[in-house]
């Protein structure tokens, strides 16, 4: 019954200051609203920039590192001989790679892991020639990885399973050579390697760079182009369940086979630490912008409890204990904040709509923000919490008010 009195006098407060109020409910509103957008923003510039990054790159790479010379002298030794560390010239590769992937394999995180093998080319047409890298990997693997059907033009990649002298190249390299599915190339290797091959299909990233230089063949063939055996191999690609733990688990399959394991973000570190800096920088904005809203909201129930000293003594007078009045005006903070919160997040829906349907073109498509349901809660949460807090400072002053002391004045 007390609840019910104290929930009729806030609404009697929140109606009689429509002005204030409504000033109020208007700041939640934007500050709920730009909180949602912008880190829903944050969120999909993250998502693209991961789905462009593994469109390219496995979430952990294990090739051989490159070994620096040490010093000539022995560390024991009284004194100590400074050289110049240089790289010392090593094959680079996986030594008994079948064995290498049966461990990495056996690893419960791991969903995909296949050899492959880079190798600098040169494409031929006539007079035409353009550099380039070529990839040898295993074609249907290799497409569970990177979704290289995703961006194909023209042919399949199980016309590069089906063809063992079959290439996959990049529109840039289609464009500027002239060439369509089903045409004949020649590609030479760094090793004098001349080979024919047969365009088998045509993809296109919207990466200009990666289409005007990028080919894939099959394993033997990049193994040929290098003059090399069955069991050369430069890198073995791994993707697990979650990219997240990339870093973790590099380390758990460095260990286990002795070669470097670089994941995903390790490898593009500056770009990572980009996206760090502007997730700081739009949590900052946003949160400052629900403070301020919040400093609105108390601002306006400090001035109501100035206004209705009175009206609070008289309260407290006829049986109205501290805590109705705490209750008062809490509940008409938290009735503005609920109607801030509900227009803030139906205006951050009509923003968020509109902005992900503006295409600009590239390899991003349309703008890189949708709906994501956790920041739609992480904003509504924040919001409710912020009014609350609003509230129940202005709301504990009051709940000080001695009425004798103001029947007196």
């Given at each position: 019954m007390a609840n019910s009195i104290n929930r009729k006098i806030a609404t009697t407060y929140f109606i009689s200051g429509r002005k204030m109020t409504t000033v109020a409910i208007v700041g939640v509103l934007l500050g709920i609203s730009i909180f949602i957008f912008m880190n829903s923003l944050s969120a999909g510039f993250d998502r693209?920039?991961?789905?462009?990054?593994?469109?390219?790159?496995?979430?952990?790479?294990?090739?051989?590192?490159?070994?620096?010379?040490?010093?000539?002298?022995?560390?024991n030794e009284s004194s100590v001989l400074i050289v110049n560390p240089k790289v010392v010239?090593?094959?680079?590769?996986?030594?008994?790679?079948?064995?290498?992937?049966?461990?990495?394999?056996?690893?419960?995180?791991?969903?995909?892991?296949?050899p492959q093998v880079n190798t600098p080319v040169f494409y031929n047409n006539g007079e035409s020639q353009i550099a380039g890298t070529t990839i040898g990997f295993p074609p249907m693997e290799g497409n569970q990885m990177y979704k290289i059907e995703s961006f194909m033009v023209q042919g399949a990649i199980q016309n590069l399973e089906m063809n063992r002298n079959g290439i996959l190249i990049g529109s840039g390299i289609a464009e500027r050579m002239n060439l369509?599915?089903?045409?004949?190339?020649?590609?030479?290797?760094?090793?004098?390697?001349?080979?024919?091959?047969?365009?088998?299909?045509?993809?296109?990233?919207?990466?200009?760079?990666?289409?005007?230089?990028?080919?894939?063949?099959?394993?033997?063939?990049?193994?040929?182009?290098?003059?090399?055996?069955?069991?050369?191999?430069?890198?073995?690609?791994?993707?697990v369940?979650?990219?997240?733990?990339?870093?973790?688990?590099?380390?758990?399959?460095?260990?286990?086979?002795?070669y470097k394991a670089e994941d995903w973000k390790a490898a593009n570190a500056s770009y990572m630490a980009a996206s760090r800096m502007r997730k700081i920088v739009i949590t900052f904005i946003s949160f400052t912008l629900l403070i301020v809203s919040c400093f609105g909201i108390?601002?306006?129930?400090?001035?109501?409890?100035?206004?209705?000293?009175?009206?609070?003594?008289?309260?407290?007078?006829?049986?109205?204990?501290?805590?109705?009045?705490?209750?008062?005006?809490?509940?008409?903070?938290?009735?503005?904040?609920?109607?801030?919160?509900?227009?803030?997040v139906g205006f951050a829906m009509i923003l968020v709509n509109i902005l992900s349907h503006v295409y600009i073109g590239g390899d991003i498509g349309n703008f890189p923000i949708r709906f994501e349901p956790f920041v739609f809660l992480k904003g509504i949460s924040i919001g409710f919490v912020i009014t609350f807090l609003a509230g129940y400072v202005p709301a504990r002053k009051a709940a000080k008010v001695d009425p004798v002391s103001i029947f007196r004045k």
């Open positions: 693209q920039s991961s789905e462009s990054f593994f469109k390219t790159t496995a979430h952990i790479r294990i090739y051989k590192d490159d070994v620096l010379s040490a010093p000539l002298q022995p560390e010239p090593t094959k680079n590769t996986i030594e008994n790679p079948n064995e290498i992937l049966a461990l990495v394999r056996q690893n419960e995180d791991v969903v995909l892991a296949f369509n599915t089903g045409d004949n190339m020649n590609i030479t290797s760094s090793k004098g390697v001349n080979l024919n091959l047969t365009v088998v299909g045509i993809f296109q990233t919207n990466n200009s760079k990666e289409d005007k230089t990028k080919s894939y063949v099959n394993v033997a063939v990049a193994q040929q182009l290098l003059r090399e055996g069955n069991t050369y191999i430069t890198d073995i690609n791994v993707n369940k979650d990219p997240n733990q990339a870093p973790d688990i590099a380390a758990d399959l460095s260990k286990l086979t002795g108390y601002n306006i129930l400090n001035m109501t409890v100035s206004q209705k000293i009175n009206d609070i003594a008289i309260l407290k007078a006829i049986g109205f204990n501290g805590k109705d009045v705490v209750r008062i005006f809490v509940y008409q903070a938290l009735t503005i904040g609920m109607i801030g919160v509900v227009l803030g």
